[in-house]
């Protein structure tokens, strides 16, 4: 009976999740969790049961989008001119973060972060920090970034962006024209 159990379990996940998915890209990161349970036939309970948090269920919804993001990383580490590389990966994650609506909350810090700033509480994040910090590491290394930025600055400034700009009539036009008025003072140069 066992062997069922888990077989079942792994059944309501992933119907769970399918159903999450799509009522995240209609609603939001505010998609009725209660919606989810009835859309997947299951009780409130066994979404509870797989995901505790609504946290937790965006970050489900959000992996295969920072897997992706992530490979998009590891493909512009000996992408020519360092700064370039970095500022292509931070448009991908601006342009994810507008077009798939609960990524940026999925990312968002809610508060239980411990004084350590422990980044690695939110797996999302965790795997967009470990991402670009590489691309980060050879744009300060080139001059192109000031000392002290990290991964999680800009991560959370895209954030805020995103956040920003969700109800705009052109939410990726204008986060990226808010994107590139923060990159211009990023640069020790001043660039853009």
């Known amino acids: 009976m066992p062997d069922r159990q888990r077989a079942d379990a792994r059944r309501n996940y992933a119907r769970i999740l399918a159903v999450a998915e799509q009522e995240v890209a209609a609603h939001g990161a505010g998609a009725s969790l209660e ?8 009780g409130s ?3 509870r049961r797989h ?9 489900a919804v959000s992996h295969q989008r920072i897997e992706a993001l992530s ?12 700064r370039d590389a970095l500022l292509e990966w931070l448009g991908d994650v601006v342009a994810y973060c507008v077009a798939a609506r609960g990524l940026a ?22 795997m967009l920090n ?51 008025l923060a990159i211009a003072g990023l640069s020790p140069r001043g660039g853009s």
Do not use: K, M, W
Request: aromatic share 2%; net charge negative.
């Open 71 to 82: 490979a998009r990383a590891r493909e512009l580490e000996c992408h020519g001119d360092g």
């Open 35 to 42: 919606q989810i349970s009835r859309v997947a036939g299951v």
């Open 105 to 126: 909350p999925a990312l968002a810090y809610d508060g239980t972060e411990t004084e350590t700033g422990s980044i690695h509480e939110n797996s999302c994040a965790a």
């Open 130 to 180: 470990e991402a670009g910090e590489p691309l980060l590491r050879r744009a300060a290394q080139d001059g192109a970034v000031a000392d002290g930025v990290t991964v999680a600055d800009l991560i959370a400034l895209i954030v805020g962006i995103a956040l920003a700009t969700e109800h705009h009539p052109d939410p990726l036009a204008r986060a990226n024209r808010l994107f590139r």
């Open 51 to 59: 995901f505790p948090t609504r946290r937790a269920l965006l970050e």
């Open 45 to 47: 309970a066994t979404v």
